[in-house]
């Protein structure tokens, strides 16, 4: 499983309040990913990072902001939470053997914002 | 931008029986596809995949084929069996050194006993 962790595993929020959302790898890896998964639509890139404190936008990046102050977390934070933000939200990681564009998954957390 | 799409939507087969869920994409300078099954409740885990400068890639009843002109790629598994039901992605690599992978939108494999 690669070394990461996603905490929490599953959370219920209301709408308007703020959640941060935690990926944790314990192997250095520089890439890390933030995906939301739903029905039809595939796993969605949401923001990715490629180092400590550099991260960039995917292409659902609206209502979403991430941070990266070490190594091995990144953080995913809904400023104030929607319910079009309900979904699974999954963590990754891109892998330093192999061809080195291999992309493990966390174990995801499911949010659902009522 | 790279955009990836994947054909059916659902796939149910005999035990026994093949399997071919097929992706196309749009960038033809992406250069590495992944395959991910994904079973219910649990995360998605790579099970194969293939660079362009190869046709075809097999590991044992899975193979993934290639063909760069048409921009496309299958995967195949053969001699199918329950435990291969679950939802199957494909993805092609972004062409930029970011790794990032555009995902289809997923193939739900039903194979009946």
């Known amino acids: 499983d690669a070394g990461i962790t996603q905490s929490p595993r599953h959370k219920v929020t209301e709408t308007g309040t703020p959640v941060t959302l935690r990926c944790h790898q314990t192997?250095?890896?520089?890439?890390m990913y933030w995906y939301r998964q739903d029905p039809g639509h595939g796993l969605r890139l949401i923001h990715y990072?490629?180092?400590?404190?550099?991260?960039d936008k995917g292409e659902v990046s609206d209502g979403y902001s991430v941070s990266r102050s070490k190594t091995e977390d990144f953080l995913l934070t809904l400023e104030s939470a929607t319910s079009s933000q309900t979904s699974v939200y999954f963590c990754?990681?891109?892998?330093?053997?192999?061809?080195?564009?291999?992309?493990?998954f966390g174990p995801g957390t499911r949010l659902t914002v009522t | 931008g790279e955009n990836v799409e994947q054909h059916p939507s659902t796939l149910s087969v005999q035990e026994g029986d093949s399997a071919v869920i097929k992706c196309t994409y749009s960038?033809?300078?992406?250069?590495?596809f992944p395959w991910y099954k994904q079973e219910l409740g649990k995360r998605p885990q790579l099970i194969i995949d293939?660079?362009?400068?190869?046709g075809e890639k097999k590991d044992q009843r899975i193979a993934v084929t290639l063909n760069k002109t048409a921009k496309h790629f299958s995967l195949h598994i053969t001699e199918t069996q329950p435990e291969d039901s679950a939802v199957y992605f494909c993805?092609?690599?972004?062409?930029?050194?970011?790794?990032?992978?555009?995902f289809g939108q997923g193939t739900t494999l039903q194979v009946k006993p």
């Open positions: 960038d033809s300078a992406s250069n590495y």
């Open positions: 990754a990681i891109r892998g330093l053997t192999g061809t080195g564009n291999e992309q493990y």
């Open positions: 990072s490629y180092g400590v404190k550099d991260t």
């Open positions: 293939i660079r362009s400068n190869v």
């Open positions: 192997e250095n890896h520089r890439y």
């Open positions: 993805a092609a690599l972004a062409p930029s050194n970011t790794g990032k992978l555009i």
